[in-house]
């Protein structure tokens, strides 16, 4: 029997199995789209909103009170006021606040006076991101309010608006944020986020798959089919978990950048092809992993400790260049990493081939490893003389 008929009854084996283990399309289907849905839904407002922030009025002027108001107006804050600082540390205390704004006594003397009144704000760190919006969206406030009444005072002083504005803001800041214009937190981490557990997804899935021939010891009965071929035996379950993976890839990309409007500066068939890498490279890792510890549960979780770390290390969250360098060289064995910066180049600033073109290459060097385990993981299959729990 020919190669091809060989791989193509391996196939069909695997096929049957997927028929009677249903728990393959619903740990990869099933899990991706509950993924896709909670992230997707989490952040479809782009950012939180209604942060709450406590305000303690020390100074109960007409400029506080517009300070107050301006901050509950935007989208980010919603104040609560306290009589007390101490009423206002306790519901700090209990989670209820993300900040306290501490307005002092006499402020809007001290600022019509060119004196420097001092606010006094809380954080509450533990919540990161909401500690920081809070802090941002406060620290902002502060300022266009002292703008303000410098404003009024400047103009009092017979100042026309162009010397005004240059006490003011000396000088004027042209902000651009490439790639994600309305600092939408779900366009920065969903983008990485759900084809990192696709990668994960694929690392479990065909670890199991390898895994479970041993577990079962259905593993000499693959042989058999595969014509005593481990190459034959890999191509033929690879042909339909590659299907499988892909087709989920592409769905995610479609949903992403075509349904759901995620900004895109390149091509959405580019990054079709980069999650088909993506896919390639998680496969070749997972059979490295079986391949070195022909063990179904040391395996399994071998393989989801790696893929964890590959968000750490992907450099989406904390710049890789920042970590120390021994860091720096073991994120370039995770294939996630090189997906983000085929990302980075594609989506964010549009450079074509020649902006990724070596993560690519980088990509395809990890179908090399399954070469180096391709013995052991037969004599593996043959012997089965590993532990199958």
């Known amino acids: ?30 899990t991706l789209a509950f993924c896709a849905i909670f992230f997707l839904t989490f952040f479809r407002d782009g950012l939180p909103h209604d942060l709450p922030i406590g305000i303690v009025d020390n100074d109960r002027s007409s400029l506080s009170r517009n300070f107050i108001q301006q901050l509950d107006a935007t989208q980010l804050g919603k104040t609560i006021v306290y009589e007390t600082f101490e009423q206002a540390r306790e519901d700090m205390i209990s989670g ?66 162009r010397e005004i504005m240059g006490r003011i803001r000396p ?28 990668e994960m997804i694929v690392i479990i899935i065909v670890i199991y798959s390898l895994g479970a021939e041993l577990k079962y010891g259905t593993s ?7 014509g005593d071929s481990m190459l034959n035996a890999l191509a033929g379950k690879l042909i339909v978990y590659t299907l499988l993976f892909f087709s989920m890839g592409l769905t995610l990309v479609v949903l992403l950048y075509h349904w759901m409007h995620f900004p895109i500066a390149g091509s959405l068939w580019n990054m079709a092809l980069a999650i088909f890498l993506l896919v390639l490279a998680s496969e070749a890792i997972a059979i490295f992993i079986i391949g070195c510890l022909p063990v179904p549960r040391l395996a399994l979780s071998i393989g989801a400790l790696y893929s964890v770390l590959g968000f750490s290390l992907s ?71 590993f532990p199958k729990e």
């Not at 919540?127 to 400047?154: S, W």
């Not at 000499?220 to 595969?226: G, I, N, P, T």
């Not at 060097?365 to 012997?383: D, N, S």
């Open 220 to 226: 000499r009965h693959l042989l058999r089919v595969s």
């Open 1 to 30: 029997m020919g190669t091809w008929h060989e791989i193509w009854a391996v196939v069909r084996r695997e096929l049957r199995i997927f028929r009677q283990r249903p728990v393959y399309l619903i740990g990869s289907i099933g």
């Open 171 to 198: 000088i004027d800041i042209d902000t651009h944020q490439i790639g994600n214009v309305t600092t939408n937190y779900g366009y920065y981490l969903t983008n990485i986020m759900l084809p990192g557990i696709l």
């Open 315 to 385: 450099g989406f969250t904390l710049p890789i260049e920042a970590m120390t360098p021994w860091i720096q060289g073991w994120s370039a064995g995770f294939p996630l990493r090189h997906y983000y910066l085929f990302y980075v180049q594609e989506v964010i600033f549009g450079a074509g081939f020649a902006g990724w073109w070596q993560e690519v290459i980088h990509l395809l060097v990890f179908l090399l490893l399954p070469l180096a385990v391709l013995p052991r993981l037969k004599k593996a299959f043959i012997y089965q003389n």
């Open 96 to 161: 209820k606040l993300t900040s306290i704004c501490v307005i002092p006594e006499g402020m809007y003397a001290d600022v019509s006076a060119n004196r420097r009144p001092t606010f006094t704000y809380y954080l509450n760190s533990l919540y990161f991101v909401g500690g920081a919006l809070a802090y941002k969206d406060i620290l902002t406030m502060i300022n266009l309010t002292n703008g303000a009444v410098q404003r009024q005072v400047l103009r009092a002083k017979g100042m026309n608006e």
